[in-house]
């Protein structure tokens, strides 16, 4: 399906449909994925009470070092294109960014009050560092001016509202081949999904394929007003590079 080799990593915030989103690549016979390869290194370093924190660390490798060299390097079971779903607030400041010329960046977002709603629901009280929006644009800045080109957006609504449409846009900007395999997957939990799956994932757990937008309705909390228009500020600033059909 695809001759070339890629290693791909999707940069993304909690709540950006991103475990959907590597849902569909995995269902590619020539990908392999992986989730969140920083976690652990980022609940060593910041010592954040999450969900079965301490579980992770012993789990997963915690040396952002030794991270990095596996995901630059050979292509796991043979595969062609190795996606790598990113949360960008796991890339903390004593991470050097030199690795990213080693891998095709991509960048996933997300509406902020869509994305607000869905994160106060298994993180209230939510920093706008939670949100990785921060992070995020800290990146795209980065590739663009260090490697002058424009990294390639997808926003999540876009891709709700036209996956097929979408998706194939991604992949010719990739020049990977495009597959109707990405818009449907069998329902249930990966071993490639992170340990965490029990506590993020449940919803996803239960899709066979993208499912179509529908606006919420739920209200950002007063208290969190002012996280949203920073995280709109931030928003804005990478919406318009967004790719369309």
């Not at 070339?4 to 590619?28: D, F, Q, V, Y």
């Not at 607030?89 to 009050?113: A, E, G, Q, Y």
């Amino acid at each position: 399906m695809n001759d070339s080799k890629i290693h791909l990593a999707m940069w993304c915030g909690p709540r950006n449909i991103s475990t959907a989103l590597m849902r569909a690549w995995e269902n590619r016979p020539d990908t392999f994925v992986v989730d969140e390869p920083l976690y652990a290194h980022y609940l060593k370093a910041t010592k954040l009470k999450h969900e079965m924190a301490e579980e992770i660390i012993s789990r997963y490798e915690n040396n952002w070092e030794r991270v990095v060299d596996w995901l630059t390097g050979p292509i796991p079971n043979r595969k062609t294109i190795f996606y790598q779903k990113h949360m960008c607030h796991h890339m903390l400041p004593n991470i050097r960014f030199n690795w990213l010329s080693k891998v095709t960046n991509c960048f996933l977002i997300r509406d902020p009050r869509e994305m607000l709603t869905s994160l106060i629901k298994k993180l209230p009280n939510p920093t706008l560092t939670d949100t990785g929006l921060p992070q995020q644009l800290k990146i795209f800045n980065y590739i663009r001016e260090a490697y002058k080109e424009t990294p390639t957006v997808i926003d999540s609504t876009d891709v709700l509202e036209n996956p097929k449409g979408i998706l194939n846009s991604l992949c010719n900007r990739l020049g990977i081949e495009f597959t109707e395999l990405m818009l449907k997957w069998p329902p249930g939990i990966r071993k490639s999904d992170g340990i965490w799956a029990k506590h993020w994932y449940p919803e996803v757990e239960t899709t066979t394929g993208w499912r179509p937008f529908k606006a919420k309705d739920t209200i950002v909390p007063e208290e969190l007003e002012e996280v949203l228009d920073e995280c709109n500020a931030i928003y804005e600033q990478l919406y318009q590079y967004r790719i369309t059909v």
